[in-house]
T-cell receptor
């Protein structure tokens, strides 16, 4: 069935360093890949997304890359700040229009 | 100016009871969703409605019954609550049925004792 694997499960970086979170999806028909940030006790918030006809998308310090051949996509956060600390979820959506979420990455940015 | 709202925020109840969670969105979206987030933070789709029509119905116990009176509202009724139903339930909405750009509500933390 449809599956999204996400790594790492936890990630600690020093403030100012970069963070990379990677996801792999199983359904080759997936064509939409959003990333959500969830702070403790809060709702998941959409931070960036990418569609299958694009290889890379940037929004200030955040970028997402997609490799359709390998069925990989990644979130890159540059110049990390303490407020970037949260759980990040990737998701994939395709023919069934439903999100299959990854298992989440807990990012800690150490000041 | 809350986009997606849910009530109640917290719900503590005993096993065997029946409870409802309500969701409303003022974004003008026509598709709404229910997700369950368990204690390990796994997020899983439960149901989706597009213009009041059920379009996604995952494998959930039939004790869970969604209802959409109109496209701005989606409620979730749970019968005969069990300990394993304890979780955070999120409502979400999107424009169109393709599921792109889903916006989540604040969540309802359900605790079954």
């Amino acid at each position: 069935g449809e599956n999204v694997e996400q790594h790492p499960s936890t990630l600690s970086v020093q403030e100012g360093d970069s963070a990379v979170i990677k996801c792999t999806y199983s359904d080759s028909a997936s064509n939409y890949f959003p990333w959500y940030k969830q702070e403790l006790g809060k709702r998941p918030q959409l931070i960036i997304d990418i569609r299958s006809n694009v290889g890379e998308k940037k929004d200030q310090r955040i970028a997402v890359t997609l490799n359709k051949t390998a069925k990989h996509f990644s979130l890159h956060i540059t110049e990390t700040q303490p407020e970037d600390s949260a759980v990040y979820f990737c998701a994939a959506s395709g023919r069934t229009y439903k999100y299959i979420f990854g298992t989440g990455t807990r990012l800690k940015v150490l000041a | 100016d809350t986009a997606v709202s849910q009530t109640p925020k917290y719900l503590v109840t005993q096993m065997g009871n029946d409870k409802s969670i309500k969701c409303e969105q003022n974004l003008g979206h026509d598709t709404m969703y229910w997700y369950k987030q368990d204690s390990k933070k796994f997020l899983k789709i439960m149901f989706s409605y597009n213009n009041k029509e059920l379009i996604i119905n995952e494998t959930v116990p039939n004790r869970f019954s969604p209802k959409s009176p109109d496209k701005a509202h989606l409620n979730l009724h749970i019968n005969s609550l069990e300990l394993g139903d304890s979780a955070v339930y999120f409502c979400a909405s999107s424009l169109g049925s393709s599921g792109i750009e889903q916006y989540f509500g604040p969540g309802t933390r359900l605790t079954v004792t």
